[in-house]
């Protein structure tokens, strides 16, 4: 069932829950939706441990959109999620997602904590691999409404062979891609153009992991290297045999481990608060 939040400047964002647990919020990279089958594949299997929030980005999916974009905009979508969710959520984020929710953590949205899988800036000897002109490019072809085009420039810019893409034209996956393309633009945004945002990560007070995969390109990985060298207090973790597009069931016993500590804790803290009122009361 679609649920929908407000988020400070109007914008509908629809979601939906599912399973039962602790909080924890889904945020999606370039092109992602709720309604595509990796969505659905990943939303059911973390259900299995967690009460999982399934958002779609502004202009995306079922949410509204409202002119002109903002990266600020996107990051009160995730703090009216996180109050939607009626407590300080856990985070999962991806690829620009996950660049998203370390701008959101860096702008004070309440995560208990946050998991950002491969945020995916150019940094070190990798950062000549990186198009600089492709978030100027990709706008100009939304712009122009070349949605098709677009969606190629992206899947090129980020490493799939053209063969490959030529065959995505005649999948469904690709229709939802062309659906969602004006939001290309935004996940451009979000990565800040492929430059790590060093201050506004050292100004991060959340709890953060960072995810890699261990078969993942060695530019993302380096990026996930320094994204938690840089974020204060934060952790690497490598996900064995795994890459940019993370199996659902490896990611969730991740998940359960890195959570789990921050759960228990935090049940024992509310059970000592209930603890010292039933002793005063009783007095």
């Known amino acids: 069932m679609t649920l929908v939040t407000t988020s400070k400047d109007g914008t509908r964002i629809a979601y939906e829950t599912a399973g039962a647990g602790a909080p924890l919020i889904l945020v999606w990279g370039a092109l992602g939706v709720r309604a595509s089958p990796f969505a659905k594949a990943m939303r059911d299997e973390l259900a299995k441990s967690f009460t999982v929030y399934d958002y779609d980005r502004r202009g995306r999916g079922e949410s509204g959109d409202a002119a ?9 979508d995730l703090r009216a999620l996180c109050a939607a969710a009626g407590c300080a959520p856990f985070v999962w984020a991806t690829s620009s997602g996950a660049a998203l929710a370390l701008e959101a953590a860096a702008a004070g949205v309440p995560m208990r904590r946050l998991a950002a899988h491969e945020p995916p800036y150019a940094v070190g000897a990798h950062a000549s691999k990186f198009d600089r002109d492709y978030p100027r490019n990709v706008a100009a072809l939304i712009e122009a409404g070349r949605r098709n085009e677009a969606v190629r420039l992206f899947m090129r810019t980020v490493g799939v062979p053209a063969p490959f893409v030529w065959l995505m034209r005649f999948t469904s996956f690709w229709r939802t891609a062309v659906a969602a393309a004006n939001t290309l633009p935004y996940d451009a945004a979000c990565v800040n153009g492929f ?19 261990g078969a993942t390109p060695a530019s993302l990985r380096a990026a996930a290297e320094e994204v938690s060298k840089t974020v204060p207090g934060a952790t690497l973790r490598i996900v064995p045999k795994q890459n940019h597009g993370i199996k659902p069931a ?34």
């Not at 002109?68 to 009160?76: G, I, L, Q, R």
């Not at 790590?196 to 995810?211: K, M, Q, Y």
């Not at 991740?254 to 009122?277: C, G, H, I, M, Y």
Request: aromatic share 4%.
């Open 68 to 76: 002109p974009y903002s990266v600020a905009a996107e990051v009160e």
């Open 250 to 283: 490896a990611l969730r016993p991740v998940l359960v481990e890195l959570f789990e500590p921050a759960t228990s804790a935090r049940t024992e803290s509310v059970d000592k608060t209930n603890t010292k009122q039933r002793t005063a009361n009783a007095s």
């Open 195 to 213: 430059e790590l945002p060093a201050i506004r990560l050292r100004a991060i007070a959340t709890p953060t992991v960072v995810l890699a995969g």
